[in-house]
């Protein structure tokens, strides 16, 4: 059975930091490309981040290009968004993805096996 566990999230004041985590298993990841996704309430699911395995390829929204980084350990099978300089309207639900191929992709349909998601509170 795939599973797609994140953590790390909570409560941070803007200006802070946070470190989530998507550890995966089940199936063999490093084909596929992993992403970041959030969403906050009231809105759609939206783009954060998302990388390769292979090559640790990298692709951002606009909106937090610079602020995040997303990683990966291919050992651990756990990717990572870094997130710095947190700003309020960073405050979503954060959920872990990963794609049906390995090429990035901020599309969400194609994304196949999704996380429960971690609350990221950013106070102002």
């Known amino acids: 059975q795939v599973q797609l566990v994140e953590s790390g999230g909570g409560l941070v004041q803007a200006g802070g930091s946070l470190r989530l985590s998507c550890a995966a298993s089940?199936?063999?990841?490093?084909?596929?490309?992993m992403g970041w996704f959030r969403q906050a309430p009231g809105k759609e699911r939206e783009f954060v981040a998302t990388?390769?395995?292979?090559?640790?390829?990298?692709y951002y929204a606009a909106s937090v290009k610079g602020r995040f980084t997303i990683s990966s350990d291919g050992a651990k099978e756990t990717v990572y968004l870094q997130m710095n300089s947190l700003k309020p309207e960073d405050t979503a639900v954060y959920y872990c993805?990963?794609?049906?191929?390995?090429?990035?992709?901020?599309?969400?349909?194609?994304?196949?096996?999704w996380g429960q998601g971690t609350q990221v509170t950013v106070s102002s």
């Open positions: 990388i390769t395995w292979t090559g640790g390829f990298t």
């Open positions: 993805a990963a794609a049906e191929r390995g090429s990035l992709s901020s599309t969400p349909s194609e994304y196949r096996y």
């Open positions: 089940g199936r063999t990841f490093s084909s596929r490309a």
